[in-house]
Nanobody, 126 residues
Framework: QLQLVESGGGLVQPGGSLRLSCAAS????????IGWFRQAPGEEREGVSC????????KYADSVKGRFTISADNAKNTVYLQMNSLNPEDTAVYYC???????????????????WGQGTQVTVSS
């Protein structure tokens, strides 16, 4: 059974850092695209970053470029999102998701994400 479990969220001050983890089970990372998404209260879900290790492909939303870094450890079947220089606008529930990969540079690594984790809360506040 394919499963995704996020961890690493929490409360951090503006300018601080967090590293989110997405532990995958039931499939091999290099066969799927993994995306990180976030949703703040009253806002639409936003694609933040994605990775497809089988194609050495990553993508970032403009709002996080230069601050967030996505990486993967295929041996641990885990994807990480290192988030630096956090600001209050980054406050949201962060989800990871898995989908069939696409190298189209215009989309977030997959045409559709079919499997989702439960989410982890990130709060940036002083």
């Amino acid at each position: 059974q394919l499963q995704l479990v996020e961890s690493g969220g929490g409360l951090v001050q503006p300018g601080g850092s967090l590293r989110l983890s997405c532990a995958a089970s039931g499939f091999a990372l290099d066969n799927y695209a993994i995306g990180w998404f976030r949703q703040a209260p009253g806002e639409e879900r936003e694609g933040v970053s994605c990775i497809y290790t089988g194609g050495a492909h990553t993508k970032y939303a403009d709002s996080v470029k230069g601050r967030f870094t996505i990486s993967a450890d295929n041996a641990k079947n885990t994807v990480y999102l290192q988030m630096n220089s956090l600001n209050p606008e980054d406050t949201a529930v962060y989800y990871c998701a898995a989908g069939l990969p696409s190298l189209n540079p215009l989309i977030m690594c997959s045409r559709g994400y079919d499997f989702w984790g439960q989410g982890t809360q990130v709060t940036v506040s002083s």
